[in-house]
């Protein structure tokens, strides 16, 4: 793949935002004087299919049946879109405020194949790299140096700045694509399911150790890292409650119960550090 780091740019907001008209704005691909609004038979709304964080929580990415759709969180508003023709995005994942994303086909209509991950260049409006796999897959997971791709029962670390493969992991059947990564530039852990049902893996790449956490007896449900990585917050499938992690050594540091409402909107947790403040 062609792909140079060097092509990671700060995304001018204003600048991509298409001027807005009083009548609501035309398809992305039709010309706006192509016909009167009244005339223009009337788009169903797209389907949300997966919604993401980017890594400082201050953006989420919205994947649709048509395209994908970039928003600020505080204040609430829209920042772009991109369509594609009723192509469907399945996944986006940003990084951090860049023009990069990762972007995996999905919906009725892909607009990629889902057993592939394109890297987009907002600023190209072009994918300048791919990554292809035998299987569909899961879930994406970016820092400025790596890039995450999780299938069923298989997780793919590669480089970011050629796209080389570092490491591949085994995992017990993880359809939900979980995976966590740090986002220190100085330290590099990764947590992802293990091989045993309730177990987390946890790669400390810096001192090369592997560390496996026994956090539940049922099935993992979900799990987020800290930005150092240093905490790891798990939920089970019963979801009755929080554990919080030490990764270096696996010690349980803190249990909060009775926060099922928690994974409800999101499906994953972002910042284990409100945890305290929720109980």
Not at 81 to 87: K, N, P, Q
Not at 265 to 270: D, Q, S
């Amino acid at each position: 793949p062609n792909f140079l780091p060097d092509q990671s740019q700060p995304l001018d907001f204003d600048s991509l935002m298409p001027p807005q008209p009083e009548s609501p704005p035309p398809h992305h691909h039709h010309s706006p004087d192509a016909s009167p609004p009244e005339s223009s038979p009337s788009l169903p709304p797209p389907s949300l299919l997966y919604l993401s964080f980017n890594q400082d929580q201050a953006c989420f990415a919205a994947a649709a049946d048509s395209g994908f759709r970039i928003y600020n969180c505080d204040p609430f508003r829209e920042l772009f879109r991109r369509d594609f023709d009723g192509g469907g995005i399945g996944h986006v994942e940003m990084l951090f405020l860049c023009n990069i994303f990762a972007l995996v086909g999905g919906g009725p209509n892909p607009q990629y194949p889902p057993n592939k991950v394109m890297i987009w260049d907002d600023h190209q409006g072009r994918c300048i790299g791919e990554l292809s796999f035998r299987a569909a897959v899961r879930g994406v997971r970016l820092r400025r140096d790596r890039i995450i791709v999780v299938v069923e029962q298989k997780i793919f670390v590669y480089n970011f700045a050629d796209l080389k493969l570092v490491q591949q992991i085994e995992t017990v059947p993880n359809p939900k694509g979980l995976c966590a990564v740090s986002q220190l530039s100085d330290s590099l852990v990764l947590a992802c399911p293990g091989l045993h049902k309730g177990q987390i893996r946890v790669e400390h790449y810096a001192q090369k150790k592997t560390k496996f956490i026994s956090a539940h007896d049922s099935r993992i449900a979900c799990f987020a890292l800290t930005l150092d990585g240093q905490l790891i917050a798990t939920a089970s499938t019963k979801g009755t409650l929080i554990r919080i992690f030490d990764t270096d050594h696996g010690t349980l540091l803190q249990e909060v119960c009775n926060l099922t409402l928690v994974f409800v909107w999101f499906g994953n947790l972002n910042d284990v550090y409100n945890f305290k403040i929720i109980a």
